[in-house]
């Protein structure tokens, strides 16, 4: 049974900065891509930003690009999405999706592609 666990959320002024982390309790972290998705109020998952299994190669939404900076540390089964440049559009529910293919070859974005989820954890900017 694979457990992924959101942390890091909360209330930030437009401008500033949070680090989100995903705990990731299972044996195949090392091995499968993880990504970032987000809920905004009323409106569908969307993909933010995603890794694959190295953590050399990422992909970002372009929404978030140049802002957001994903990473991993294996060691501690963690990902991480660094959020800097806040603005009131990033405001939603944000959660972590593992992969259920090791070492796919290539990076994936779509929710369908990630089998493991995390319960989430609310982002809120305000003005």
Same mark, same amino acid.
């Given at each position: 049974?694979?457990?992924?666990? *959101? ?15 995903? &705990? ?7 091995? +499968?891509?993880?990504? #970032? ?5 009323? /409106? *569908?998952? *969307?993909?933010?930003? &995603?890794? $694959? #299994? ?13 802002? @957001?900076? +994903?990473? =991993?540390?294996?060691? /501690?089964?963690? !990902? ?6 806040? /603005?009131? $559009? $990033?405001?939603? !529910?944000? @959660?972590? &999706?593992? $992969?259920?293919?090791?070492? =796919? &070859? !290539? ?7 990630? /089998?493991? #989820? ?10």
């Amino acid at each position: 049974q694979v457990e992924l666990v *959101e942390s890091g959320g909360g209330l930030v002024q437009a401008g500033g900065s949070l680090r989100l982390s995903c &705990a990731f309790d299972g044996s195949t972290f090392s091995s +499968i891509a993880m990504a #970032w998705f987000r809920q905004p109020p009323g /409106k *569908e998952r *969307e993909f933010v930003a &995603a890794l $694959d #299994w190295s953590g050399r190669n990422t992909q970002y939404a372009a929404s978030v690009e140049g802002r @957001f900076t +994903i990473s =991993r540390d294996n060691a /501690k089964n963690t !990902v991480y999405l660094q959020m800097n440049s806040l /603005k009131s $559009d $990033d405001t939603a !529910v944000y @959660f972590c &999706a593992g $992969d259920s293919r090791a070492y =796919r &070859a !290539v990076i994936l974005t779509t929710t369908s592609s990630y /089998k493991y #989820w995390g319960q989430g954890t609310q982002v809120t900017v305000s003005e």
